[in-house]
């Protein structure tokens, strides 16, 4: 009974010095669960609690790599100083983004939260060059971070199931609010897993255990089961790319998706076996540790065609910009490490981190870029069929082909559903535009926007599945 109260014990000031090492995070984690609990009580959904909610879960991986680089620096003159950077970060982003329900939105935010969990790999050793300790910090995150959620996602099941059959078999729905499961999983997701991972995080980034014990688990599924595979891909899409050059085609349009996904696998692969790449037992994972970065560049090479094809042809969608992003990080890391023959594995976040948040920013971001070059597309074939008149839209007045039909409605609903309506200011007249805007602050509203998009220049919205005129 006394290992169990001193387990017990334990656990209790585990957790408290996890509330002091970083009260903003768990004040944040806190603020997410109890505001999106209290979001799906109210009957008039509110946008300013939905923006404090998103500004917060945004901002929990932001402080936890505040904290880690204020206490990496022994900056212990101003404990306050990250919980204050975190709140301003927080308030800011809560006043300078506008909320929105367009996909482009939605891929900015997981995209903002990408970067801030690759700032808390590697901001503890901004300034420190050990990389043995950096290794070792990375893989106890993640292993943390798998803990975390496979606990916050056992107790979330086992807790509504119990529910579930508390309300089946004994009729009583009236004891739990409506809502309960999504309550729940609030709860779950961030005031439970976001301790579970904070209580991971090793307290001091000198002491961390060395990879000296490595998995031997680990170590035989990458070396007989991981890398064979890979090798297998890599074969595939070389016998696919001397297709390509024997027949003179281009590729398909998948295949880029499928080479950066080898490239990103080829890397993680390389990145879990840094502490034994000199020990490795089998001939096929010592060639693919030494030559997967050579062996990559032609495969780059047919990326870089066929996205450049596509670009030149369909004009720049985000997809297709951070594929080309994605081609060009890949490529600069292969010739970084063959021709520097360094093993600063810290480049790998750092690089991408720096190439996600620039590509963010500006004019040159992919969600600028990307706009920019949808709506063009769209103007022209809108001029081109005569439906855009002196910088204005107007009805039809010819029969256009099903298949341009079909291509102005794609076009149309991509802009909608990525950037919104407001995008096309500069060709819709004042009263059609605020029509539509009023519209469009409903998002049940989306399909009849298209409608009535269309029937003002005169054509039958087509949605993309359909492949054929219909006969009515």
Avoid at 43 to 70: G, Q, R
Avoid at 263 to 290: A, H, M
Wanted: charged share 15%; hydrophobic share 50%.
């Amino acid at each position: 009974m006394s290992n169990q109260n001193n387990f017990a014990n334990n656990i209790a000031i585990d957790i408290k010095k996890s509330y002091l090492r970083f009260p903003f995070t768990f004040i944040l984690s806190a603020i997410v669960s109890f505001l999106g609990i209290y979001f799906f009580d109210i009957l008039e959904k509110n946008d300013y609690i939905l923006k404090i909610i998103i500004s917060s879960i945004i901002s929990i991986p932001f402080s936890i790599a505040i904290y880690l680089f204020f206490e990496s620096i022994n900056y212990k003159k101003y404990l306050f100083l990250p919980s204050l950077i975190s709140f301003v970060f927080v308030t800011l982003h809560f006043f300078a983004t506008k909320l929105d329900f367009t996909n482009g939105y939605y891929y900015k935010i997981s995209q903002l939260f990408l970067i801030f969990h690759l700032f808390i790999s590697v901001s503890p050793f901004l300034f420190k060059k050990d990389i043995n300790n950096f290794w070792s910090f990375n893989k106890n995150l993640l292993h943390r971070l798998i803990l975390a959620i496979l606990y916050s996602m056992t107790l979330f099941l086992g807790l509504s199931f119990a529910i579930f059959i508390t309300q089946y078999l004994f009729d009583l729905n009236y004891l739990f609010p409506k809502n309960i499961y999504i309550k729940l999983w609030f709860f779950c997701a961030f005031i439970f897993q976001v301790s579970v991972f904070i209580l991971g995080i090793p307290s001091s980034i000198e002491n961390i255990k060395t990879y000296e014990k490595y998995p031997n688990g680990l170590k035989t599924f990458i070396q007989y089961i991981f890398i064979p595979l890979l090798l297998l891909y890599m074969i595939i899409l070389y016998f696919y790319l001397g297709k390509i050059l024997l027949a003179w085609n281009l590729p398909k349009g998948q295949v880029g998706w499928m080479v950066s996904t080898l490239g990103v696998l080829g890397i993680l692969c390389i990145l879990f076996l840094y502490p034994v790449r000199k020990s490795l037992e089998t001939r096929w994972s010592q060639i693919f540790e030494k030559y997967f970065y050579i062996l990559l560049l032609p495969l780059l090479a047919m990326l870089f065609l066929g996205v450049f094809t596509r670009i030149y042809t369909y004009g720049f969608t985000e997809n297709r910009y951070f594929l080309l992003l994605l081609a060009f990080w890949l490529l600069a890391i292969s010739l970084y490490f063959k021709i520097s023959k360094s093993n600063n594995i810290k480049i790998f976040p750092i690089s991408l981190l720096i190439a996600l948040f620039v590509s963010m920013i500006g004019p040159w971001g992919a969600y600028q870029v990307s706009e920019r070059s949808q709506v063009k597309i769209f103007k022209e074939s809108l001029a081109n069929n005569k439906i855009l008149v002196n910088g204005k839209i107007q009805k039809i007045t010819q029969t256009l082909s099903f298949e341009e039909r079909k291509r102005i409605s794609s076009l149309f609903e991509y802009i909608q559903n990525n950037y919104g309506i407001s995008s096309l200011i500069e060709v819709i007249n004042n009263e059609q535009l605020n029509n539509l805007l009023e519209k469009e602050k409903v998002k049940s509203n989306h399909q009849e926007i298209k409608e009535l998009f269309m029937k003002e220049i005169g054509i039958k919205f087509i949605p993309k599945w359909q492949t054929k005129e219909k006969v009515e």
